[in-house]
C-alpha cells in the first residue's frame, strides 16, 4: 500500500518535471522531488524506473521524450 501511495505521487512529479518549463517551475526542483526517494528505496527506483520507460515510450512529443531520458540519466 505504501508503495502504491508513493508511486501516485512520483507520477504526479514526473508530470510536473515535464511540464516545468511551462509552468515557469524550476524542473530541477521536481527531478530531486522525483530521483531522491528512489535512491532511499529500491523497489520504488524501480517503479520510477518503469514510469519514466512509461513516459518515454510512443510518446509524440520529441521534448518530453528528452526530458524523460534526463531523469533516467540520473
Request: with cysteine; net charge negative.
Amino acid at each position: 500500500p505504501e508503495l502504491s501511495k508513493q508511486s501516485l505521487i512520483v507520477f504526479s512529479q514526473i508530470n510536473m518535471y515535464l511540464e516545468a518549463e511551462l509552468n515557469n517551475a524550476d524542473p530541477w526542483v521536481a527531478a530531486k522531488a522525483i530521483i531522491k526517494p528512489g535512491i532511499q528505496n529500491a523497489p520504488l527506483r524501480d517503479e520510477i524506473f518503469c514510469q519514466l520507460i512509461k513516459q518515454s515510450t510512443s510518446n509524440p512529443s520529441q521534448e518530453s521524450v528528452l526530458r524523460v531520458l534526463e531523469l533516467v540519466a540520473f
